[in-house]
């Protein structure tokens, strides 16, 4: 620690930041906008600056720019000079003279960065009267709006865009006076993170197009903190609606899990919840018309009461992308040994897999954040960025750990992005990718490695064996492979923080025993690994926690005896299962009783569907892969007819005397039971505070305390005001009313500060700026780390993969936009998905002579376009997962192909 001077007052502070970054985390305020904590010091926007002092006797002092300057013990600054001030209303004076003013028509207006720097520096009248530049915008996507006339050339857009996410599209062009930030033509950006730069972006250059068409000022909008459901990162998110309408999703900082950002998938892949083809009452199916038919609440819990009264058997499918809580419910209902997990045999097994190589050790399970600090990264067989597309953004920083050693050892702090970057130029750490087909990942590659999944597993268990002897060996490797094998395992034996990356996505449990092999070889030579494992949906972890079975078993349990019900929890079977087995599976139940917010293939075969809320109008709590409970809070009191999952099922089980009245009243309720029953995760109930949490005696408001226009969508009914909603399960209110002020981390609904309206007042919340936020960062492990724990190396190894002939191994291929269940569904995602293909080598493909072919599996046949790929191995074929025109398909798994 050192002690600073500011404006006469003394600080102790640590000298590990520069001087804007500590300035701001003392609480001071100091304007600024080409800095960023997650992308360092470039000073280009000059707009930061302080008035330096050499000792206590200067007087006079130095303009100074306070993201260039380093902490040093003794130092003596002011933030309010009149010097300094001036030359930083003179600066933003500058930056504005070609800004179009458009404040009142701007979708930024409100929480825009530069109007709070403009108010901040003292700069409230606009001399310059001539002619301004302007710019042509241009078509950047169905997600993206841009007007590049609001630019001050910040150049925050491109250093995120190129240098921090990897993309490529997308530059800063200049001809003479004239600078533009966009496309060298028109087009989708192609980035995954590219919807960060409407948060990135200090003014409204860039904004969010899904919200644009229904646009809402951001005080008018009733906000609650949220977790991503697309994937089991867990990222944080906070929803936004406007009159019963989500109006659009944003990042919600974490400090350990994603941080200040979010992928596009989950930015603009929510409004599925949106859809005129939303289930918003109960359907039964009608005895005369065989048809589903609307009908009121009290019918469709006398239908469920005739099942329940039978006294016969009930049968539960669950579903991963549900909560903890409404799983635990609907396993209350039908009883634990009726209770499946709704995934495929596979999938369950693979899964339970990862989880349990986790728990035992001896490695650490870091948290997304952590997995930045890397300094050698091994990716084996996860394509990361469609899998779990943040990790791929954590990773190309973890690939800049090891060359920033260099600037380090010559004195220059990791913050100095500038100086860094001119040393480090394009260098990269040693990153190793091994998958079936290439990577977005593989511009950071040191070395790939292109093979089938058994051949991945057996490199990786060469590599364990190269790092200890003991570990079991691979004897057939050719030359390439095992040079491979050697230089990965040297690279991870003398990195500080080795990092191995892997999932589930190849469903091959060879893989992640060969990860785990590895990670137990370095534990050996008294170094502790990283073992990132990705897990196949939002709460995989958390169902898998509920001791459930798999999909396959409850058919094989049906079709050992009759079932009276089938219950199936946000879930389309027909995703999980073959076709035929699904029907067998409904077929075989006399009721099926199916609890969604949205029409499938299950529904439409179900006697009674219930309408339940999405995670926008649900509360609960979600296990991402890491082990982390997080939990989400609905945004706004839907319909009465709609309900959270867990409501009905408990509602169900009062109604017939399963349980206590009020039993399980509210969510309180429900996680009391779930750990009390299940004490391996009593750790879920301090994910967040409970519904009794009050400040002051107050509720925390979901709508800002400038929210206005509560009932004016009512007015042409009734101009008095309603009662608002009042909710039971959350310390949150659905209205303004309440304490405005900090709040526990979990229940912060939006990160606002007098004078800071931008995203970018979340340094008013944090301990340090780009640190953890005061009280903690949101959620709870469940488990540790068993570092000491000396487990047995994995020793069955897999043979190589040999190619058949007139066969092919069909593996999965995911995409970043088609293969997640329900963002597909939203219209802008619909524009970017692309049409059913098969990933076929080049030599391959050519020997087929079509440019589309037939794929027999099993008994289907689909005829699909093709894709080829020179390092795609031959003899494989690549099926796109979560196309519906292909169907579920159990890959891994032996086809015939024909032109």
């Not at 100091?30 to 200067?58: I, T």
């Not at 999944?453 to 064996?465: E, K, M, N, Q, T």
């Not at 075969?605 to 939990?631: C, M, W, Y």
């Amino acid at each position: 620690m050192v002690k600073i001077n500011i404006d006469g007052k003394v600080y102790e502070v640590e000298p590990k930041n520069n001087l804007l970054q500590t300035v701001l985390s003392l609480g001071l305020d100091l304007p600024y906008f080409c800095w960023h904590p997650a992308m360092g010091s470039v000073g280009s926007c000059r707009q930061c600056a302080v008035k330096k002092y050499a000792d206590e006797n200067d007087q006079k002092g130095r303009i100074v720019m306070a993201c260039m300057e380093p902490v040093v013990d003794g130092m003596r600054i002011s933030l309010n000079d009149p010097e300094v001030k001036k030359f930083r209303e003179n600066i933003i004076e500058l930056l504005m003279t070609n800004h179009p003013h458009d404040c009142p028509v701007c979708d930024e207006g409100g929480e825009c960065h530069l109007q709070d720097m403009t108010l901040m520096s003292g700069h409230n009248y606009r001399r310059y009267e001539f002619n301004k530049r302007t710019h042509n915008n241009q078509y950047l996507g169905p997600f993206i709006n841009h007007e590049m006339n609001r630019c001050i050339a910040c150049y925050r857009c491109v250093r995120f865009y190129r240098e921090y996410a990897g993309g490529r599209d997308f530059n800063v062009f200049a001809s003479r006076n004239r600078v533009f930030f966009g496309r060298y033509e028109d087009g989708v950006l192609e980035n995954e993170f590219s919807g960060n730069l409407v948060e990135v972006c200090p003014t409204g250059v860039f904004s969010d197009k899904t919200y644009k068409k229904h646009y809402t000022r951001k005080w008018d909008l009733t906000t609650a903190p949220s977790i991503c459901h697309n994937c089991s990162l867990g990222c944080n998110i906070i929803a936004s609606e406007r009159y019963g309408t989500v109006r659009r999703i944003t990042s919600r900082y974490n400090g350990q899990v994603n941080g200040y950002f979010i992928c596009d998938r989950g930015r603009f892949g929510y409004e599925y919840v949106n859809s005129d083809k939303r289930i918003k009452q109960p359907l039964r199916r009608g005895q005369a018309s065989g048809e589903l038919e609307a009908v009121d609440i009290s019918t469709a819990f006398e239908f469920v009461k005739k099942i329940v009264n039978k006294k016969g058997r009930l049968l539960g499918i669950g579903s991963p992308k549900a909560s903890l809580e409404s799983n635990y419910a609907l396993q209350k209902l039908v009883g634990k040994e009726n209770f499946f997990a709704g995934v495929s045999q596979t999938e369950h097994r693979v899964t339970r897999k990862a989880i349990s190589i986790m728990q035992n050790g001896p490695f650490n399970v870091p948290s997304l954040r952590e997995t930045e600090k890397a300094d050698v990264v091994l990716v084996l067989g996860e394509d990361v960025t469609n899998t779990a597309p943040l990790l791929a953004l954590s990773l190309r920083q973890a690939a800049r750990v090891r060359p920033m050693e260099l600037p380090i050892s010559m004195n220059i702090p990791t913050w100095h992005e500038l100086a860094a970057m001119e040393i480090i130029q394009d260098e990269l750490g040693p990153f190793f990718v091994l998958t079936p087909a290439e990577t977005k990942l593989d511009d950071l590659a040191t070395a790939t490695y292109r093979n089938a999944p058994d051949s991945i597993a057996r490199l990786g268990f060469a590599i364990a064996h190269e790092i200890d002897p003991s570990a079991p060996g691979v004897d057939d490797l050719s030359e390439e492979e095992a040079k491979l094998a050697k230089q990965i395992a040297r690279e991870l034996l003398n990195a500080k923080k080795p990092l191995i990356v892997s999932g589930v996505s190849l469903m091959n449990e060879k893989i992640l025993e060969a990860a785990a092999n590895i990670g137990r070889a370095i534990n050996e030579k008294q170094k502790t690994a990283d073992l990132f494992f990705a897990l196949p949906e939002a709460n995989s972890f958390g169902l898998a926690m509920l001791e459930e079975k798999a999909l396959d078993d409850a058919l094989q349990a049906v079709e050992a005896g009759k079932y009276d019900a089938l219950f199936v929890l946000e879930n389309d079977l027909y995703r999980r299962m073959e076709k035929e087995r699904v029907d067998n599976l409904l077929s075989a139940a006399e009721k099926v009783v199916v609890l969604h917010y949205l029409p499938n293939e299950t529904t439409q075969k179900a006697h009674l569907v219930v309408p339940v809320g999405p995670f926008t109008e649900s509360d609960g709590t979600l296990i991402n892969n890491e082990g982390r409970a997080q939990r989400f809070f609905q945004v706004f009191n839907p319909e009465q007819t709609i309900k959270e999952s867990w409501r009905w099922l408990a509602g169900f089980m009062e109604d017939n005397g399963l349980i206590a009245e009020d039993e399980l009243n509210n969510l309180d309720d429900v996680i009391n039971a779930l750990t009390a029953e299940y004490p391996q995760l009593q750790a879920v109930k301090e994910a967040a505070p409970d519904s009794r949490f009050r400040i002051n005696g107050q509720k925390i408001p979901r709508q800002s305390h400038r929210f206005s226009g509560r009932t004016a969508i009512n007015a042409h009914v009734d101009v008095s005001e309603p009662k608002p909603p009042q909710d039971e399960d959350s310390p949150l209110s659905f209205t303004m009313e309440g304490y405005q002020g900090p709040a526990p981390s979990a229940a912060l609904s939006r990160f606002w500060y007098p004078g800071w309206n931008s995203n970018q007042a979340v340094n008013k919340f944090q301990v340090e700026v780009g640190g953890g936020l005061h009280g903690g960062d949101p959620g709870v492990r469940i488990f540790k780390a068993q570092l000491t724990n000396k487990t047995e190396y994995f020793k069955d190894v897999p043979a190589a993969f040999k190619a058949e002939k007139d066969q092919w191994l069909a593996v999965p291929i995911y995409l970043f936009y088609g293969s997640d269940e329900l963002s597909r569904l939203t219209p802008g995602v619909e524009e970017v998905i692309p049409s059913p293909f098969i990933l076929l080598n080049e030599k391959d493909a050519e020997a087929l002579k079509s440019s589309r072919v037939k794929i027999h599996i099993l008994n289907r046949t689909v005829e699909l376009e093709v894709k080829t790929s020179p390092t795609f191995l031959q003899g494989m074929a690549g099926i796109p997962i979560g196309m519906p025109e292909i169907g579920f398909v159990n890959l891994p798994i032996m086809a015939k192909i024909t032109g």
